[in-house]
């Protein structure tokens, strides 16, 4: 069997179109894009093009994209420069948030003197949008900071009804949506959040590149100084080809969108079953085997107890299966999983996510199903 790769909730592989993209900014289209010569106006065009495909996309204006290193910046931007610009004292988020968002909103509360209310989440780890409609209603002008998708469990949240909550209690609203960028339609004239934030290497686009929508009406200030690049929003010189291979990792994703969920979603449909035939007392985490409230891309099961969850992952990596533990950002650490703490999961069974892509294949799914099996299954 050849390597399967399940972990496309951490990083996607590099779609060939988008490689063909960049190639031409890698090699001579070199300038930089602030310089005013020939050069410079060439990948400055390329930058303001891919500005205009991504806003295109989500239905704003270019004026309201600007690119980042990655989405863990964009996330912070958002919360820190966010929180401080607009004055906001009190912000609302959740437990189990990417540590992008955790990280940035313990750095505001012990720095800025932000107040932090956390909503609870149940054993599915689904928030409750009554009692974040009654701490908008108690905090006016409160910033509110509630993923799209879990990376982990897969959980959506109903960032649409959310983005309503805060507009008629006048406060600002974040998602982190990276794992749905690509994945589902964001259009931001009829969502009105605030703040989004996408990573290009979680649909088929290259590492370290990312953006942020700021709502045209949020002035907020930059958080890496040193230049006026990004309409001085972002010091540094921009990551040219990263931004190109960005836009057209996007236009691909969105133009096959319908085809590419309907094959993962069999996937995952498919691995549920099969699951659940092969591993009798196979449970799974938070909503994902709900596929119409979880994300199509991610399934996160929990496995019986049996000394053979200590060496799960690699067991699967000794059978070329790349999977996970949760999230990509924590797998070197020895602690367990926020997330799964978060909704109380039970730490003597085995945890593993596995995430797909559109260069998934169901044979792959019968294998993984497979090795589980002879592990778990005497």
């Known amino acids: 069997m050849t390597p399967v790769y399940f972990d496309n909730a951490a990083s996607t592989p590099l779609a060939h179109e988008v490689l063909e993209e960049m190639l031409p900014y890698l090699r001579q289209h070199f300038g930089n894009p602030s310089s005013i010569h020939a050069f410079g106006r060439t990948t400055r065009s390329a930058i303001e093009k891919a500005r205009k495909t991504v806003a295109e996309i989500f239905n704003i204006s270019p004026s309201e994209i600007f690119f980042t290193s990655c989405a863990s910046e964009a996330n912070n931007q958002a919360i820190i420069s966010g929180t401080r610009t607009l004055n906001c004292k009190h912000l609302i988020t959740s437990k189990i948030e990417h540590h992008a968002v955790l990280h940035a909103v313990e750095y505001v509360a012990k720095n800025d003197a932000v107040k932090i209310s956390y909503l609870q989440t149940n054993a599915k780890g689904q928030i409750n949008l009554n009692e974040l409609e009654q701490l908008l209603i108690s905090n006016p002008q409160s910033f509110v900071s509630l993923m799209h998708g879990n990376n982990e469990i897969g959980n959506l949240n109903d960032i649409a009804t959310i983005a309503q909550l805060c507009k008629a209690n006048q406060a600002y609203f974040h998602s982190d949506t990276v794992q749905t960028v690509g994945h589902y339609q964001h259009d931001l004239q009829n969502i009105k959040t605030d703040f989004i934030v996408g990573s290009a290497h979680k649909f088929h686009g290259p590492k370290g590149v990312g953006f942020i929508y700021v709502k045209g009406d949020n002035k907020i200030g930059p958080y890496i100084h040193g230049g006026s690049q990004e309409r001085n929003m972002r010091g540094g010189t921009e990551n040219v080809a990263g931004i190109v291979g960005l836009a057209k990792a996007l236009e691909l994703a969105y133009a096959g969108m319908q085809t590419h969920q309907a094959h993962i979603l069999a996937l995952k449909t498919s691995m549920i079953e099969k699951l659940k035939i092969a591993i009798p007392g196979i449970q799974f985490n938070g909503d994902c085997e709900n596929c119409t409230t979880s994300l199509y891309t991610v399934l996160s099961i929990s496995l019986p107890p049996s000394e053979e969850n200590d060496m799960l992952l690699m067991n ?24 799964i703490e978060a909704i109380q999961g039970d730490t003597n069974r085995g945890t593993v996510r596995f995430s797909f892509s559109r260069y998934n294949t169901m044979a792959e799914v019968d294998y993984v199903v497979h090795v589980l099996k002879k592990y778990y299954v005497s």
């Open 316 to 339: 699967l990596d000794i059978n070329k299966i790349a999977a996970s533990g949760g999230s990509a950002c924590t797998s070197g650490a020895t602690e367990s999983s926020h997330v």
